[in-house]
């Protein structure tokens, strides 16, 4: 399984951003797919898990995001919406075989290599 992330940028205070995060390899039906992001000098934090049409947040998650699958195209896309400059960070998805809850930071099977959101003004 080989994941891709794209459509990071930058973005003005209050606009939105979609990133994708497509797959090959394999069909993402069978893996929970979780999207992380890393702020410079932080650590890598989760921003949701989506499995099986449903999207977990951390306790901490931030519902400005949403999350989707286009299954013929493999992709789950991760919809910001009224980004702040604290969203500036690489983002990151990754998969884990299995469903439910269950992307852990350590826990993930596969990853991309991230692709850059910055929010500017």
């Known amino acids: 399984l080989r994941l891709e992330e794209s459509g990071g940028g930058l973005v003005q205070p209050g606009g939105s951003l979609r990133l994708a995060c497509t797959a090959s390899g394999v069909s993402l039906d069978y893996y929970a797919i979780g999207w992380f992001r890393q702020a410079p000098g932080r650590g890598r934090d989760l921003v949701s898990c989506f499995s099986d049409g449903a999207t977990y947040f951390p306790d901490s998650g931030n519902r400005r995001f949403t999350t989707s699958l286009n299954k013929p195209w493999n992709t789950v896309y991760l919809q910001m919406s009224n980004l702040n400059s604290e969203d500036t960070a690489t983002y990151y998805c990754?998969?884990?075989?299995?469903?439910?809850?269950?992307?852990?930071?350590?826990?993930?099977?596969?990853w991309g290599k991230g692709t850059l959101v910055t929010v500017y003004s």
């Open positions: 990754a998969a884990r075989a299995g469903s439910g809850n269950i992307c852990t930071l350590s826990g993930m099977d596969y």
